[in-house]
């Protein structure tokens, strides 16, 4: 059962446009949501995180949205880079609960 | 330079032996994480430990087994029983309240 969801496997976006990714969740008890970055042999790298207290959380080209009643998050990245392709992948956890770490099945940019 | 270790970084094992993956960090981290990728795939959480001495098993941890003896140190260990043990191996670790997780190099294990 795939409680964290990235529905497209792929995505191709022109230098200098908006980039969006999407990420759907099922467990209502998740409270805190990560994005990481992943290149090839590598170990992901945290990008941008949002509580569920919030909607939006900008830091730089990066921004997360959260819409809670709809289950998914999405994140935006303008404008597009080259070095940007990689790999994209969602984490919800429960904060302070068991703090178990689910990833989606990623995104590749 | 804080951090998190993952050795080897590639690693070869013949069918039927038992290999452990080393993982360290240094950050004073309380929770680390072993995931496996596979080509195509997301990450799958294999074992998990949130405490010296605890851990939970993750969605597919059939075939591995973890010790925490230390809050430096989660080894996996890759047991014969594991009928398709070769990916891309990352753990990751993590400290409480509204941080995020960070992840080794990864060990990429191929059994032949």
């Known amino acids: 059962d795939q409680q964290v969801k990235q529905n497209s496997p792929s995505l191709s976006v022109q230098e200098g446009r908006i980039s969006i990714l999407n990420c759907d969740y099922t467990?209502?008890?998740?409270?805190?949501f990560l994005w990481y970055k992943k290149y090839p042999a590598e170990g992901p790298t945290f990008l941008i995180s949002?509580?569920?207290?919030?909607d939006k959380n900008e830091d730089g080209r990066f921004t997360v949205f959260l819409n809670k009643s709809a289950k998914h998050l999405s994140l935006h990245i303008v404008p597009s880079q080259p070095g940007d392709s990689a790999v994209y992948f969602c984490?919800?956890?429960?904060?302070?609960?068991?703090?178990?770490?689910?990833f989606g099945t990623g995104t590749r940019l | 330079d804080g951090g998190i270790t993952q050795s080897p970084k590639y690693l070869f094992r013949k069918e039927g032996q038992n290999v452990t993956l080393s993982c360290e960090q240094n950050?004073?981290?309380?929770?680390m994480y072993w995931y496996r990728q596979d080509p195509g795939q997301g990450l799958r959480l294999i074992y998990y430990?949130?405490?010296?001495?605890?851990?939970q098993k993750g969605d597919i941890a059939e075939g591995y087994s973890v010790s925490r003896e230390k809050k430096e140190s989660f080894p996996l260990t890759v047991t014969s029983a594991q009928k398709n043990p070769t990916a891309f191996y990352l753990c990751?670790?993590?400290?409480?309240?509204?941080?995020?997780?960070?992840f080794g190099q990864g060990t990429r294990l191929t059994v032949v």
């Open positions: 430990s949130q405490i010296v001495n605890d851990f």
């Open positions: 467990n209502s008890m998740f409270d805190y």
């Open positions: 990751a670790s993590y400290r409480s309240s509204l941080t995020e997780a960070f």
């Open positions: 984490a919800a956890m429960i904060n302070f609960g068991n703090e178990k770490l689910t």
């Open positions: 950050l004073n981290h309380d929770a």
């Open positions: 949002i509580s569920s207290i919030k």
